[in-house]
């Protein structure tokens, strides 16, 4: 039933580029822009900007690793919208880069009523990203993702108010953010730090902790040196407590 699909999705293509451009420009296609029209685009963002091409297969490694499941490469490729909005994403951050900046909000408004991901092409991505069921992440203009982080689904990276300028966090490299969890204002989660699911975060978190609660505040270290590898959601406790 799918035989088709699959062959003009992947196997019709000779890079992997070709196939994801494919892709992603029939879902992002609109009756203001049609898909030909948006895949130029992505074409022209993967062969300006090769970096998106080493981000976007690191990325879906991460899935393959991080995700029990996902079965292989080829089912987050055509399926997960969590990998979908994130790769969309890239685009409209060149896209912001170079001065695009109507067009790239409009990519940004399509990739936030089709995966129910709202990411502002001005925020900073690395690579090696799980952004896992990713319903209602939130990510706003000022927020910094370094490499190998790990988030859930209805996790917010945003502002605490009417502020302006440098306002959203600074999430370092191997951080674990659990499902729910908000952080915000122009705060950091050092490398290496997990986020339990529902905490709200309004302080520093330093590197190598885990950090929980509404506020949320320092309750231990996590288990795993990497805590987005291990995609360990649960709190260790003190021998003696309950």
């Known amino acids: 039933?799918?035989?088709?699909?699959?062959?003009?999705?992947?196997?019709?293509?000779?890079?992997?580029?070709k196939a994801l451009s494919f892709h992603l420009a029939g879902k992002l296609s609109s009756p203001n822009l049609e898909a030909m029209q948006i895949r130029d685009v992505i074409d022209s963002a993967f062969r300006k900007q090769p970096r998106i091409g080493e981000e976007f297969r690191a990325d879906l490694t991460a899935i393959r690793e991080r995700d029990p499941a996902a079965c292989g490469l080829a089912e987050p490729f055509l399926h997960y919208k969590g990998f979908h909005a994130l790769e969309s994403y890239?685009?409209?951050?060149?896209?912001?880069?170079?001065?695009?900046?109507?067009?790239?909000?409009?990519?940004?408004?399509r990739i936030s009523e089709l995966f129910g991901v709202d990411i502002h092409p001005a925020a900073r991505i690395g690579k090696g990203i799980l952004i896992d069921h990713a319903t209602s992440v939130v990510i706003g203009e000022t927020a910094v993702v370094e490499d190998d982080v790990s988030m859930l689904h209805e996790v917010t990276l945003g502002g605490t108010g009417n502020v302006t300028g440098d306002r959203h966090p600074k999430i370092r490299k191997g951080?674990?953010?659990?499902?729910?969890a908000?952080?915000?204002?122009?705060?950091?989660?050092?490398?290496y730090s997990k986020i339990a699911a529902n905490s709200v975060v309004l302080i520093n978190i330093p590197p190598h902790c885990t950090a929980a609660g509404v506020p949320a505040k320092v309750v231990g270290k996590p288990e795993a040196d990497i805590p987005a590898f291990a995609m360990n959601q649960m709190i260790a406790h003190k021998r003696g407590s309950r």
């Open 182 to 191: 908000k952080v915000l204002g122009n705060v950091e989660v050092g490398e």
């Open 175 to 180: 951080v674990l953010i659990g499902a729910g």
């Open 1 to 17: 039933m799918l035989a088709s699909y699959l062959h003009a999705t992947v196997l019709n293509h000779n890079t992997l580029d």
């Open 90 to 109: 890239r685009v409209a951050h060149w896209l912001w880069e170079i001065g695009r900046r109507s067009l790239a909000l409009h990519l940004q408004n």
